[in-house]
């Protein structure tokens, strides 16, 4: 998987957007990229994924650069609850099959 | 749905005795997946299968590692012997492969302490 660079921490205000970026400068044309988060003590959990169109779901809206070299999740309206370690991962087109490689990810910090 | 199952929970044993994790995953999933998370290495991708079958263990560490899938609905990884190196959560995840990429559903995860 190509590897991805994500800052190591991010504060946000409860009930704002919260913005994470993730740049993916080696991203190959058939690669996707996913989110996922891990709550504490929790396993992880899908938030997203897309090729190169923006997506978005009830979790969340993936907003990926038209060159693809990086991609921001947004949170529209960030709760206490969203405080997690966020994992921005690309992966090819039909490595579905495959396992996830994780790397240090963004810990999120909501601020009441 | 139940989502992926796993058990124990928690387990605490000795150092030199076995023990074995147990995964259920999600009825009609074609892949399942063992991960470990640690504080010095993050999540780290141990095994996976592909209808039952074992596909990449490269992340197995040691011998003493092993994981089997006798059917579609139940996984287990065996530690002999354990170590106090092996704390850890094991977390298991399974998917449904299709077009369009997948998405990898994990259960709450074991937390292993070796003693």
């Known amino acids: 998987d190509a590897k991805t660079t994500q800052p190591t921490s991010m504060d946000c205000a409860e009930g704002r957007a919260a913005n994470l970026p993730c740049n993916h400068s080696t991203i190959s044309g058939n690669e996707y990229v996913y989110w996922y988060r891990q709550i504490h003590s929790q396993g992880p959990q899908y938030i997203i994924h897309g090729l190169k169109n923006n997506e978005t779901n009830e979790m969340a809206s993936l907003i990926i650069t038209e060159d693809r070299k990086s991609s921001t999740l947004i949170l529209p309206h960030a709760t206490l609850r969203d405080t997690a370690v966020y994992y921005c991962?690309?992966?090819?087109?039909?490595?579905?099959?495959?396992?996830?490689?994780f790397g240090k990810g963004t810990h999120l910090i909501i601020q009441p | 749905d139940a989502g992926v199952i796993q058990s124990p929970r928690h387990e605490v044993t000795e150092m030199g005795q076995e023990v074995t994790l147990r995964c259920k995953p999600i009825?009609?999933?074609?892949?399942l997946f063992w991960y470990r998370q640690t504080m010095m290495r993050g999540l780290e991708l141990l095994i996976y299968?592909?209808?039952?079958?074992?596909?990449?263990d490269s992340g197995m560490p040691e011998d003493r590692f092993s994981a089997k899938m006798p059917n579609a609905s139940f996984s287990t990884l065996k530690i002999q012997p354990s170590e106090p190196r092996d704390s850890a959560v094991y977390f298991c995840?399974?998917?449904?492969?299709?077009?369009?990429?997948?998405?990898?559903?994990f259960g709450p995860g074991t937390r292993l302490t070796v003693l």
């Open positions: 991962i690309v992966r090819p087109l039909g490595g579905g099959a495959d396992g996830l490689t």
């Open positions: 299968f592909n209808n039952n079958v074992p596909i990449d």
């Open positions: 009825s009609g999933h074609n892949s």
């Open positions: 995840a399974s998917s449904s492969h299709r077009a369009g990429g997948d998405t990898q559903y």
